[in-house]
């Protein structure tokens, strides 16, 4: 990913998940998320072990070759190799954000003359607001990773420091340890809080993402 492209996924997310002043819980750009996604897709490129999969322990699980080979399609595509193309081509998540930050940058100039990371912070939000079918399947791919990155372990490079854990509520993963049977069956302290920013965040999810929570 260039430094370019790097700015662009920075200024997206900010706009996908704003902080502060916006919002005062930490938003994407206070998490890292763009740096995450970046990491991700790069998973390859370097010398340690991919950052795929976390480690209890630290680190990261090594994968196995099959394990390797299906992280390195969807991540690198098929490359026009033989054991990628088993079942036809495959477009990788690089090459769909490379695309897509490009896509972005089009649209923007084609409305007010300036690359998206560029733009004042109501063209950007005008931009995504007017997003044509191809567009919005780049936003929804990235709105995805977004929120996996700032909502998820932050061994993966962005919820630094749990922060985005904290207003949810949820102390974070607890394994091996678990939950005791009472943990489980009563509601925490402030739970009824934490389901209705849970239910905010959900209802601004696309609905391709499958998190949205059911009615009760």
Same mark, same amino acid.
């Given at each position: ?14 706009? #996908? ?57 969807? #991540? ?141």
């Amino acid at each position: 990913m260039t430094g370019h492209d790097l700015r662009t996924l920075r200024a997206l997310t900010a706009r #996908l998940l704003p902080g502060p002043p916006e919002d005062p819980d930490p938003g994407a750009l206070e998490a890292g998320a763009a740096e995450a996604i970046a990491r991700l897709v790069e998973a390859f490129t370097g010398p340690e072990e991919p950052p795929i999969h976390a480690a209890l322990a630290g680190g990261f699980v090594p994968l196995d070759t099959v394990a390797e080979l299906g992280w390195r399609m969807r #991540l690198e595509g098929s490359l026009g190799l033989p054991e990628r193309e088993f079942a036809g081509p495959v477009t990788g998540l690089a090459q769909r954000l490379t695309d897509g930050l490009a896509l972005l940058d089009r649209r923007t100039r084609e409305a007010c003359g300036a690359a998206f990371v560029d733009a004042p912070t109501v063209e950007q939000d005008a931009v995504l607001d007017a997003a044509d079918d191809e567009l919005q399947e780049f936003i929804s791919v990235t709105l995805t990773l977004t929120l996996e990155v700032v909502y998820g372990p932050s061994q993966y490079g962005g919820n630094r420091d749990g922060a985005s854990w904290q207003p949810l509520g949820w102390p974070g993963f607890t394994q091996p340890r678990g939950f005791t049977p009472q943990q489980v069956s009563e509601p925490d302290a402030g739970a009824t809080a934490s389901r209705e920013v849970v239910s905010e965040l959900s209802s601004k999810l696309p609905d391709e993402a499958g998190w949205r929570l059911q009615p009760d």
